[in-house]
């Protein structure tokens, strides 16, 4: 078992539509969870992180984690063309050297 | 501006020949990553620096070799033991820090090298 999964998709959605992206983590010792977009032949940017569970939002993304169902969930309201990326969930499990743990990436597509 | 920067952005290789990727970044960071992405996996960790003259094998170093001479400055060598070098490499810096009780790590990565053996 991968120590992040990630559905990758591909998803494709309408404008306007709420995404819902999804991992799952099988460590318990996690800490931190990202959340990172990126376009087409380009880096990765980050979008928000969070620890503990909840809600944490910022405009139109909200990052939610459930500590006890292990579950971490990336919602996208209003959805647009320009977020048509490939999101990649990861976790910081607190190492001392900083080590990031990625899912395999969910490629979204928004359509007009 | 302060950011990450690799060059090139796309490089060719022979079989047999080692190809170094450079990676700059003038954010004042001490760590310093290197990832290989690969369709449908992720981002795998090849070598991770803390600080200066130091750099620590990741998940997946073999046929990779790395140097840390200066703070700015982490290259990395796909040498010809590397099987299956075509991937696209990925270098990152990061800010770490605390939390509470809890330490976090924020990676910001550059814009990559997508690295083709001929």
């Known amino acids: 078992q991968k120590e992040v999964e990630q559905d990758p998709g591909p998803l494709s959605v309408p404008e306007g539509a709420i995404v819902s992206l999804n991992c799952t983590y099988s460590n318990s010792a996690f800490q931190y969870f990202m959340w990172y977009r990126q376009y087409s032949r380009k880096g990765p940017e980050l979008l928000m992180y969070t620890y503990s569970s909840g809600n944490k939002e910022d405009g139109r993304f909200t990052a939610q984690v459930d500590k006890s169902s292990k579950y971490i969930s990336l919602f996208i309201r209003d959805s647009q063309p320009s977020d048509s990326a490939t999101y990649l969930c990861a976790r910081f499990g607190g190492t001392s050297y900083g080590k990031l743990t990625f899912g395999q990436g969910t490629i979204l597509t928004v359509h007009p | 501006d302060g950011g990450i920067t690799q060059s090139p952005k796309y490089l060719f290789r022979k079989e047999g020949q080692n190809v170094t990727l450079s990676c700059e970044q003038n954010?004042?960071?001490?760590?310093m990553y290197w990832y290989r992405q690969d369709p449908g996996q992720g981002l795998r960790l090849i070598y991770y620096s803390q600080i200066v003259n130091d750099f620590q094998k990741g998940d997946i170093a073999e046929g990779y070799s790395v140097s840390r001479e200066k703070k700015e400055s982490f290259p990395l060598t796909v040498t010809s033991a590397q099987k299956n070098p075509t991937a696209f490499y990925l270098c990152a810096s990061s800010v770490t820090g605390t939390s509470g009780e809890s330490s976090y790590n924020e990676q910001f990565f550059g814009p990559g090298t997508r690295l083709t053996v001929l």
């Open positions: 954010l004042n960071h001490d760590a």
